[in-house]
T-cell receptor, first 112, second 114 residues
């Protein structure tokens, strides 16, 4: 699976938007961009994924650069419950296996 | 509640013990995974099963032995573990990651080897 680069940590204030960046300069045309997050003492949970177009769901928005070499996870109004480690992962849908390979992720802190 | 249930949630075992971790999903998924998460380290993929067949073994020591009797159940049999095997063991399942699907994770089993 192709590699991604994320900042180690970010801080946000409660009720403000948060933009979590991810670089994936070696992304291939058949790689999906997945985002998961892991709250303290829990297993990871799915947030959102996309291929080429920007995506929105009830949890977040995913903005994908036109060249697909970077993406940004957007939390529109951060809450204390959003404090977690956020992982940006590429999954190759053209391969024989679609495994999730986790990196270090970005630890998001939310201040009240 | 993710639909993936792991038992037990906590386990303390001696180095000479034999124990098993259990994972169960009734989401109709075909793929199941074991991950290990040590303190301050990224999640490490250990094993992958697709349609009950093991398709990935990431150089995991033989003291960890997976078993997938059907698509809904996954076990991790443990024997003669070392203290450095203490970690959070996470199970996940997915329908089709290859088509952009999502994976669902259990809450994990916190294992302590003494």
């Amino acid at each position: 699976d192709a590699k991604t680069t994320q900042p180690n940590s970010m801080e946000s204030n409660e009720e403000e938007p948060v933009h979590l960046p991810c670089n994936h300069s070696t992304i291939s045309g058949t790689d999906y961009i997945h985002w998961y997050r892991q709250l303290p003492s829990q297993g990871p949970e799915y947030v959102i994924h996309g291929l080429t177009s920007n995506v929105n769901n009830r949890m977040a928005s995913l903005a994908i650069a036109e060249d697909r070499k970077s993406s940004t996870l957007i939390l529109h109004r951060a809450t204390l419950r959003d404090a977690a480690v956020y992982y940006c992962i590429l999954v190759n849908y053209g391969g024989s296996q679609g495994n999730l390979i986790f990196g270090k992720g970005t630890k998001l802190s939310v201040k009240p | 509640e993710t639909g993936v249930t792991q038992t037990p949630r906590h386990l303390v075992m001696g180095m000479t013990n034999k124990k098993s971790l259990k994972c169960e999903q009734h989401l109709g998924h075909n793929a199941m995974y074991w991950y290990k998460q040590s303190a301050k380290k990224p999640l490490e993929l250990m094993f992958v099963y697709n349609f009950k067949e093991q398709t990935e073994n990431n150089s995991v020591p033989s003291r960890f032995s997976p078993e997938c009797p059907n698509s809904s159940h996954l076990f991790l049999h443990l024997h003669t573990l070392q203290p450095e095997d203490s970690a959070l063991y996470l199970c996940a399942s997915s329908q089709d990651l290859l088509r952009g699907g999502e994976a669902f994770f259990g809450q994990g089993t916190r294992l302590t080897v003494v």
